[in-house]
């Protein structure tokens, strides 16, 4: 797969992930937490799996990899997914955007002692300009939400397991295809949250889930997940941890504007410097990785 096929899926998932914030917050208008993270990530992971013997891929996972997959699983799909739809439901759909994308960061932190990978030229100058552009956007006042603090670190707290998820997938040569590993990835990392949903049974009325959040988990079942980590699981193994991870950082950008485009969340002068910022760190990262 070339690095041009790369970009292409790298925008892909910028869309699908950008408006999954707004999605998240309309679906947790009338379903909890638990419940909805649960159907979403478990049948995503059919849908993957079932795409891939479709296109006539072997299912199965050799035994060797297993290990490397449940702990890939847990960070990637366990603990990101649930802090970031807590992050969502204790704070703001657009702001969550934005710290779960320090995850560049953290993967570029990780990937060098783990993988060796020391950042380029172009990442150390893409870096400080996405991360600015982050610092930009929540240099605002949150005393208006009640709970920001809980949800922007427990956000904070899947943002580094995203990163260090990111950087054990590079550490393997995986023999199985990026939609099997993704589809096994979501099945295996939804077990302990039905488990917590199972045991805490929370309160969901299903009769009066409204049609915009069946809406809402559809889109996150559909394009959030399956066609994101379809696409996203390829950008991970055309491109470094670090290229990736700095490419992803359009995602809050998306997620802003998708935000104020369908839960009427305020853009103003920080959005639009963000946006600048941002931009341009993507700009140099890409293309630094398509040459």
Excluded at 198 to 208: L, N
Excluded at 250 to 267: R, W
């Amino acid at each position: 797969m070339s690095p041009r096929l790369g970009v292409i899926l790298l925008v892909t998932t910028w869309f699908c992930w950008g408006f999954s914030y707004p999605a998240t917050g309309i679906m947790l208008d009338t379903v909890d937490v638990w419940a909805g993270r649960s159907i979403v990530m478990a049948v995503s992971g059919v849908m993957l799996l079932a795409l891939a013997y479709v296109q006539g891929h072997e299912i199965a996972v050799p035994r060797a990899h297993w290990r490397d997959l449940v702990i890939a699983a847990v960070f990637n799909m366990t603990i990101f997914q649930v802090a970031m739809t807590v992050g969502i439901h204790l704070f703001s759909a657009g702001r969550t955007a934005v710290i779960v994308y320090t995850m560049p960061l953290w993967a570029m932190l990780f990937a060098w002692p783990l993988l060796g990978e020391r950042p380029g030229r172009a990442q150390l100058l893409a870096l400080p300009l996405g991360m600015a552009g982050l610092a930009v956007l929540m240099s605002q006042d949150f005393t208006h939400l009640r709970h920001a603090s809980a949800g922007a670190l427990t956000t904070l707290v899947g943002a580094i397991a995203f990163g260090l998820g990111t950087v054990l997938m590079k550490r393997r040569a995986w023999t199985s295809n990026p939609t099997v590993l993704g589809g096994w990835q979501l099945i295996i990392g939804v077990l302990p949250v039905a488990v917590v949903w199972a045991i805490f049974a929370p309160d969901t009325v299903w009769a009066e889930v409204s049609t915009e959040s069946w809406l809402a988990i559809a889109y996150l079942v559909v394009i959030a997940n399956a066609l994101a980590y379809f696409s996203w699981f390829r950008v991970v193994s055309i491109f470094p941890a670090t290229v990736s991870g700095i490419g992803a950082m359009a995602v809050p950008v998306v997620g802003i504007i998708a935000s104020a485009m369908l839960v009427n969340e305020a853009v103003g002068w920080r959005e639009l410097v963000a946006l600048g910022l941002i931009c341009s760190a993507v700009g140099i990262n890409l293309y630094a990785a398509t040459r």
